[in-house]
């Protein structure tokens, strides 16, 4: 680990931020590497199992309270965040059109994972070729890491009931990233939590993930049921998920902050036109080749497009009844996978108790008018 006067390396911190800045991010922070005081809370959230099958989550255990394991040497991390709401967000416009598909707004562009990693390569570059030795490493959720612990320890924001990082300034719509190195940087001060008796994260979640403040039953979040879940989707949730196909946002759109986030200049986040608002229908109508085309460079390519067929056969099957969408459910259990065909035939018998709801209701009408001696057209 390299030495350096105070005054050198407290310029040092003052260049990473403007340099940072002029790579795109809104905000750089720096911290030390204790998160002693986190792993208590680590285990307990392992021990009661809300990582679901999330395996790595457990695998790695303490590793991601102990940067030092993960990156030997590391005495700093620089956590830095990038505003990702596009000026058209549509917000919850999509979630009040139930045939259309509800897409997070963070998967509508390209890949943050892409993005971001780039510009903290670049940024570990430049810091670099001023220390003439450094060792760095960046991370954009791809290894054991606690980044919202990071983001919060270097006063980027504070954790919310949610569990994701809330700036005073900026709500919750951006994303976070981390370049561990081996300068004792001089450290940012925390912020202070400004959730308050707020509770609307929590209220409006969906399915109930949000178990206590601050944390996540990973089993039961949409996020994780359309993204990390491999196989079936419980039964008993999917009524709850709506025509959430990917991902999220309800905790992020009720939140107070968010009325002062900011918007993105990235051309990167920006929404894909093939994925913005479109028909239920025509997304399941969508073969593997027509899939990995228009999801080339987005996250959303990881689910594959058998998950992908699953999360929209789910939203059909929470879809008002019609015709259109019986017969493309039918039509696409024609060479489904198992998994596939199963949600598809959930969808389905979905969609006929609907059918059969307005019939009986005339029934009952019809019963009630004959007994109060009314008209049958009263």
Partial sequence: MATFPEQEINQLAKNIKAWGKSLGFQQIGICDIDFSQHEKFLQAWLDKGYHGDMAFMAEHGMKRARPQELVPGTCRIISVRMDYLPPDASFARD?????????????????????????????????????????????VDSAPVLEHAAAEKAGIGWTGKHSLTLNRNAGSWFFLGELFVDIPLPVDVPVKEECGDCTACMTI?????????????????????????????????????????????????ICPWNRYAQLTEEADFLPRRQLLSQELITLLSWDEATFLAATEGSAIRRIGHQRWQRNIAVALGNAPYSEAIVAALQQARQGASPLVDEHLVWALDQQQQRAEKPANRQTERLIRSVEKGLPRDA
Avoid: W
């Fill in 95 to 139: 979630l009040r059109q139930p045939q259309k598909a509800y897409i997070s707004r963070y998967a509508l562009g390209r890949d943050y994972h892409k993005v971001m990693r780039k510009r903290l390569k670049q940024l570990g570059q430049q810091i670099e070729a001023h220390c003439q030795t450094l060792n760095y490493r960046p991370f």
């Fill in 205 to 253: 979640c969906p399915t109930n993930a949000i178990v206590e403040p601050y944390v996540v039953d990973a089993r039961r979040c949409i996020s994780y049921l359309t993204i990390e879940t491999k196989g079936s989707i419980p039964e008993d949730l999917r009524p709850l998920m709506g025509n959430r196909i990917y991902g999220c946002d309800d905790c992020q759109l």
